[in-house]
């Protein structure tokens, strides 16, 4: 049943509007000419390795299992998209908006979410080891079996997020607000 809902996920966004097809050179292309609505794109498995894409507007969009190595979304919108099994390591995702968005099977390992909004994503299986989420919201994010190995979480919220069978060991919690938190089977 899972991989059906990802392939639909290939064809309509989570509104069920198709997605609009692009490549990577084209996105590129248009981002260097000062566009920075790309709202409900198709860009599943494109290679945006190293990218600058400060205050882009994703939302919407099928970034399944795109390559994004240290990409700069800096104040991207990536609100309700589809971030799964993407790779995201070293990527600067500081002040983005990811509320709503599937993050599941994703690698962030080293990513720099500083000030971002995770609320009600879904961080499931996530790799996020060494990750900077200093002041991030991940209010009810789902964050089950998520690697968080020495990850800063200071002054973060984790109000009613799940955090089941996540891996917490070394994690800076330091005043982080972990309110009505689930951390049933977690390792800390």
Known sequence: MVGSHITKLNYHSPEGIKYKNMTAQELLERYANRERDFSGVDL???????????????????LNSAHLFEANLTGANLSNVDLSYADLT????????????????ADLTEAKLIGANLSKANLTEVNMGLV?????????ANLTGANLYMANLSSACLSEANLTAADLRGANLSRANMTDINLTDATI
């Open 44 to 62: 599943s498995k494109a290679n945006l390795n190293r990218a600058n894409l400060t205050n882009i507007n994703l939302s919407g969009a099928n």
């Open 90 to 105: 070293e990527a600067y995702l500081t002040k983005s908006n990811l509320t709503d968005s599937n993050l599941t099977g």
């Open 132 to 140: 900077n989420m200093s002041n991030s919201n991940l209010y009810q």
